[in-house]
């Protein structure tokens, strides 16, 4: 690994040639570079990969916009990938801009442009998929935009899968928030692609200050004295309310938590002069509230004679995208907020009034944005000041308190470099307790990136696919950095393992004249393994029928017959039998002994078990899933079914599931509308289902309801299939894009109608919802395994889905 390196630490002297290149692009700037961005651009101008971990506005994408312009300079071509498609959009208009529309090409799934362009951006899940399937030819380097949702819960895998597969012919130039374990990421990367400098700059080049602001509205600075707790007030009726409409929290009981209104708070802010500010609220509905109790307040921060310039951008966005339709409730709002000089900004915006708001922002016309948690994820939105209210969020669990590199993210927001000389964070306590957790949580320290790493059915039809060898696959898999963390945390129980053993000899007195205690702890855990395999076999129930092989068919490396079984469990018995402690005389007496140290065995016992488990996990993960497909007859020896060629090939988290539907006839001889609706039900889970619409709809088309029933019936079985075999991987299935799906496809013109009357939700998550189902629909286009009916059906789908407002929104 080649470690952190200093601002001081600048590399060796520069080629002349190299020396001229970095001098032209310094050109391109009206400021100095930072030592750590000329650190990182001399490592991408001698071809090596590099990692840089730095806060939010420090300037980290300069280094990638130095790794696009070598590129450039020597006529080959660079990948830029980010996690969101909203960024990816963002960096290829940015792009556009700067080199030249036709130097830039884009692939995010639903949309293809310019494919073979020299500087192509795309999401990690198209780079992840063109690594497998095909290696990218002329690529000098490789940005991954945002590396830090390595340790995202749904998408981490894609990242490792990335450097895995990645070619050692192409640069990586990786760039993070700051994490604390940049160098423990860098020496995986070094160890499985190629050596890469890790630059740790944890300073911003903005100061922060970090203030509370109280229940009833006052902003003190963190280093102010801890206000004393006011006494809980007792359960009241509710609706009674403690304090006036402006003056604080209702309180119903000792469990209510909410902070100061954005009333209180805002005109602080503009008294201060700490605006511009993004307010963040952790619910859409939050944000809704604090925009439209501005609004019902009176409230307006534009000033007059800038009026027009906003009526000139909204006019210009409603021209450019004429299927908008501004008498929305959520439209109406966010644009009378702008008039006034506040914004609205989360997921269920339509993404052309996003963009119209971010703009503003830009411009100084909008002068606070209530906006959720994903407006901090690369969107360039700089602030004076960032109010985050509360310290806590929902999650799939209930609520939980922020991680430190959950609320630096967000404050990173706030302090413009070259305009304010510090930016402010003002935490909203939501309790009178939330001041002490509000502390602790920035006493801390950056959490480190967790492995998220898992084995799904596409990533082990492709590795099958691809390598055939089972032990040539397991070195795959046992590439990525899960198994790394793992190898760390063995380790450390090696050596607590061996300190315990000492203990234990020491406590239980055992003295035997044929073994030490590790020999017989050896002998517990072989047994014990004997006696796990002898339970796992059983529980599969091998040797039984299995779906999808014929009699006499050759055995497949993936599993084994019931006699195959039977041999390894006899040469594990035969391989316990060979132990010193299998025959001794004084074993009886000697396990007797340990259990008396009881709690000591236990750990011990339980650190044995921890270090196979570590040892076993990813491999134990593909295995299962392999059992799965050749449940359903996708995996034969090491030869993929159509259906299992098909999985491999798509960029779902319900791939399983889409193959089964695919091909099980449910689809079959429906008409375009009736099909797109059917697959609607496997796009992403909604925040919110809703199957009222979809009833109506299916109570009018019975046939319709007959195949949505059959799908069910796919997706339940998968789910008793797994349970079986103790794979882990998400379903989902639901019908709350059904209804609205089949009337858009089906011709429904009426954007406010269709909303109203078959959705009721946010347009933004709609036009998301559509987006996604356009992607599935052309993969399932893209597969020769499909019948021709298939695809054309779904070929009109995608025509009469991407049209309208949806089409517009495709590059935004």
Not at 250 to 273: D, F, K, M, N, W
Request: aromatic share 6%; glycine share 6%.
């Amino acid at each position: 690994m080649n470690p952190p390196t200093s601002p001081a630490a600048i590399p060796e002297r520069l080629c002349d040639e190299d020396q001229q290149l970095l001098e032209a692009f310094r050109q391109r700037y009206p400021f100095p570079l930072d030592p750590f961005q000329e650190q990182a651009i001399r490592h991408v101008l001698r071809g090596e990969s590099v990692i840089v971990s730095a806060p939010t506005g420090a300037g980290k994408t300069l280094i990638a916009e130095f790794a696009i312009y070598r590129a450039l300079a020597a006529q080959r071509r660079v990948i830029y990938t980010t996690p969101l498609k909203a960024l990816s959009n963002q960096k290829f208009a940015d792009f556009g801009r700067q080199y030249g529309s036709d130097l830039v090409g884009i692939l995010t799934g639903d949309v293809k442009v310019n494919p073979q362009a020299p500087i192509l951006v795309m999401t990690t899940e198209i780079l992840r998929n063109l690594l497998f399937t095909e290696k990218p030819e002329d690529v000098a380097s490789a940005v991954l935009d945002e590396c830090h949702y390595l340790g995202d819960e749904g998408r981490g895998t894609v990242w490792e899968e990335i450097v895995i597969n990645c070619p050692t012919t192409i640069q990586l130039v990786a760039l993070s928030a700051t994490v604390s374990n940049i160098q423990e990421i860098a020496a995986w990367i070094s160890q499985v692609h190629r050596p890469i400098h890790a630059i740790y700059h944890p300073v911003r080049p903005v100061p922060l200050q970090y203030l509370l602001c109280h229940l009833d509205g006052e902003i003190v600075p963190l280093t102010a004295p801890k206000r004393k707790s006011p006494p809980v007030p007792e359960l009241r009726i509710r609706g009674a309310r403690r304090w006036g409409r402006d003056r604080g929290p209702a309180l119903y009981g000792r469990s209510r938590r909410r902070p100061a209104s954005p009333s209180l708070v805002i005109p602080q802010l503009q008294e201060r002069r700490w605006l511009p500010a993004i307010y963040f609220i952790f619910s859409r509905s939050g944000c809704e509230r604090a925009l439209r109790r501005f609004l019902e307040d009176g409230g307006s921060l534009l000033e007059p004679d800038r009026r027009a310039e906003v009526d000139e951008a909204i006019a210009n966005t409603l021209r450019d995208y004429p299927s908008i339709m501004p008498e929305t409730e959520v439209n109406g709002l966010l644009l009378e907020g702008l008039r006034r000089g506040a914004g609205l900004h989360h997921a269920g915006v339509l993404p052309a009034l996003k963009r119209l708001t971010e703009v503003l922002f830009e411009r100084g016309l909008v002068k606070v944005v209530f906006a959720t948690e994903t407006m901090s994820l690369g969107i360039h939105m700089p602030a004076k000041s960032v109010v985050i209210q509360g310290i806590r969020k929902r999650s799939d669990i209930g609520f939980r308190q922020l991680t430190l590199n959950e609320l630096t993210q967000m404050a990173g927001r706030a302090g413009r470099r070259g305009i304010d000389p510090e930016g402010k964070c003002l935490i909203a306590l939501d309790a009178p307790e939330a001041e002490d957790e509000a502390r602790d949580l920035l006493a801390g320290t950056p959490e480190p990136i967790q492995s998220r790493f898992r084995v799904g059915y596409s990533s082990a039809a492709l590795l099958v696919d691809l390598y055939r060898d089972p032990a040539a696959i397991r070195r795959v898999i046992e590439s990525s950095f899960g198994q790394y963390q793992n190898r760390q945390r063995i380790r450390v129980m090696e050596t607590e393992r061996a300190e315990l053993l000492t203990r234990l000899a020491k406590t239980a007195g055992i003295d035997s004249p044929c073994c030490t205690i590790a020999d017989l702890l050896a002998f517990r855990e072989k047994r014990a393994a004997l006696e796990a395999e002898r339970e796992r076999v059983r529980r599969l129930g091998l040797g039984g029928k299995r779906k999808g092989r014929q009699r006499g068919a050759a055995a497949s490396p993936w599993s084994e017959s019931l006699h195959e079984a039977r041999q390894r469990i006899e040469a594990m018995a035969l391989d316990l039998s060979h132990l010193p402690c299998h025959r001794c005389p004084h074993r009886g007496n000697q396990e007797r002994l340990l259990k008396r140290s009881d709690r000591t065995r236990q750990a011990l016992e339980g650190r044995g078990q921890s270090l196979r488990d570590l040892e076993q996990s990813y491999w134990e993960q593909f295995l299962r899933v392999v059992e799965v497909l050749r449940h359903f007859g996708y995996l034969a020896d090491s030869t993929l079914s159509p259906e299992g060629r098909l999985i491999a090939s798509l960029r779902h988290d319900n791939e399983l599931t889409v193959a089964r539907v695919a091909f099980s006839g449910v689809l079959e001889g429906l008409p375009p509308a009736e099909a797109a609706a059917v697959l609607s039900c496997l796009v992403e889970e909604p925040r919110e289902t809703e199957t009222l619409f979809a009833r109506e709809l299916l109570r009018r088309l019975p046939h319709l309801r007959r195949r949505v029933q059959a799908l069910e019936s796919l997706a339940e079985e998968v789910e008793r299939v797994q349970q079986n075999r103790r794979v882990n991987l998400p379903i989902s299935m639901h019908t709350t894009y059904l209804a609205v799906t089949y009337e858009w496809t089906a011709g429904e013109e009426d954007w406010i109608r269709l909303i109203r009357n078959f959705f009721g939700g946010h347009e933004g998550d709609l036009i998301r919802a559509f987006r996604r189902l356009i992607d599935l629909c052309r993969q399932l286009i893209d597969s020769p395994e499909l019948p021709a009916t298939l695809r054309s059906s779904l070929h009109q789908a995608v025509r009469m889905l991407d049209r309208g407002i949806v089409l517009e929104s495709a590059l935004i």
